[in-house]
């Protein structure tokens, strides 16, 4: 049998057992993956989208990865664990890390079982981490002797003791130097198949700006941060360009604040205008600070739909969210977009604490007076380090959703499940029959 060598990265999601409408590659393994094949060293990316489970942990055990990383997202940690199991028994030899957004948030649940976390943005410190591993044939025994200050975000456990450093957030001149993600390892053509079966577009997601400066109270930002940074249009555009190459003719802006630096945002849409990018796009945006002409202009350059934080129908429990904006701002956004020809989506959360019934029959109603071409529900689900976390949780019994935006309470609340699934049901096909009545063009659809 050959010698254990290089490194396999592994995105545990399974579309079989969680569909969701719109798919995208994992972007952060595709980041990693540059950056360790730009060291020379071997890289093996196993993306579990359209895989069985099987047939998955075959592939991945047949590269004979010297280290596995698996990128864990709400919703995986069951998939994860699974994966870790099946594939310490065919690799007793190899270094286990999680990595992404859960296992930054509650380290500890994974490092339990894990042989380390890398938490926060691993651009930097787990590729590095790699080489040095590698080159000093470290074996999963002998962590101990590594100094945990030398790769930020590092966090594992021996003989009972956490060893850590933070994680840190890299300036812009660190993230300019990066090279663009690899995407060579992705069946673009089922995720293409996919995407226009579901919506209309070949969508590939990219991320522009990294960091969120506000706090909601439910909001977990445990990748990006709290410092908003903005990389070069130049280089943004080179990322385009390989998604064009790739075949795809629309972009998913996954960024959380893309719409937060005006002259930034106006910046590229002036440059989509005269590059002539054959590119449709969607993004995120907050509801305040926009402008009809700002608007305009988003339309101009190829947006076609904007999702929105509208959250709740109660000014009362925006407060209590602490979103920092009221429910005519997110009226007013809707509105100013739908008049520059702009789709609108709106995310909104039912049976937050301290709210009451009367506060979500207003969020209902909401959803369904607003010209929306798109809504989702949720409940809140308290992500460690969040202050909606600290008053529910008592951070001994973390309880992952099984599949997206799942109706299902992970603390004790005074809502009834039932009655929420039955009401958000009831909300749901009403939109649909709102939206079937007055149907037009729209390219989302």
């Known amino acids: 049998m050959r010698p254990l060598s290089g490194v396999a990265l592994v995105y545990p999601y399974f579309m079989s057992r969680d569909p969701v409408e719109k798919l995208f590659a994992p972007l952060g393994i595709a980041c990693l993956a540059s950056q360790l094949k730009e060291m020379g060293i071997a890289v093996n990316v196993e993306d579990c989208t359209f895989s069985g489970f099987d047939e998955a942990v075959d592939r991945t055990a047949a590269s004979r990865p010297a280290i596995v990383g698996i990128s864990i997202m709400v919703t995986m940690s069951g998939n994860a664990f699974e994966l870790l199991s099946s594939l310490r028994e065919r690799l007793p030899e190899t270094l ?3 990595g992404g957004p859960l ?10 079982r894990f042989d380390a976390v890398f ?26 002797t590594l100094d945990p200050a030398s790769y930020p975000g590092l966090y594992f456990v021996r003989d009972g003791e956490v060893r850590s450093s933070p994680p840190v957030h890299n300036p812009p001149e660190v993230l300019d130097r990066l090279p663009l993600p690899d995407r060579s390892g992705f069946d673009h053509r089922r995720y293409q198949e996919a995407m226009e079966k579901n919506t209309g577009l070949r969508q590939a997601s990219i991320i522009v700006t990294r960091g969120c400066p506000f706090s909601c109270d439910f909001c977990s930002k445990p990748v990006w941060g709290n410092l908003f940074r903005k990389p070069p249009l130049d280089k943004v ?11 795809y003719t629309s972009l998913w802006i996954g ?5 937060l630096d005006r002259e930034y945002l106006a910046a590229f849409c002036r440059e989509m205008v005269r590059r002539g990018v054959p590119m449709q796009w969607t993004c995120l945006s907050r509801v305040d600070g926009l402008t009809p002409e700002l608007a305009g202009l988003m ?3 190829g947006c076609i739909r904007v999702y929105l934080g509208l959250e709740s129908g109660s000014n009362e429990t925006l407060r209590l969210m602490n979103k920092r904006v009221t429910v005519e701002q997110g009226t007013r956004a809707v509105r100013l977009f739908s008049q520059a020809g702009i789709g609108t989506a709106g995310f909104f959360m039912v049976g937050y604490p301290g709210e009451s019934t009367g506060s979500i029959e207003k969020t209902l109603s909401l959803a369904l007076s607003l010209p929306l071409d798109e809504v989702s529900f949720t409940v809140p689900l308290p992500l460690p380090g969040t202050p909606l976390f600290a008053r529910v ?43 079937a009545a007055s149907r037009t063009v729209d390219p989302m659809l």
């Open 96 to 98: 286990f890390v999680a």
């Open 103 to 112: 296992p930054t948030v509650n380290p500890s649940l994974f490092a339990d």
């Open 119 to 144: 938490r926060g943005e691993g651009d930097v410190a787990f590729p590095g981490f790699c080489r040095e591993y590698l080159a000093a044939c470290r074996s999963p025994d002998n962590l101990e």
């Open 237 to 247: 555009f080179l990322e385009i360009d390989q998604l064009v190459s790739l075949g």
């Open 255 to 259: 960024d959380d604040c893309f719409t």
């Open 299 to 301: 339309r101009r350059a």
């Open 393 to 435: 949780f008592d951070g001994a019994s973390w309880e992952d959703w099984e599949v997206s935006n799942q109706v299902k309470f992970a603390y004790p609340s005074e809502f009834d499940e039932q009655w929420l699934r039955q009401r958000i049901g009831e909300t749901m096909r009403a939109f649909r029959e709102k939206r």
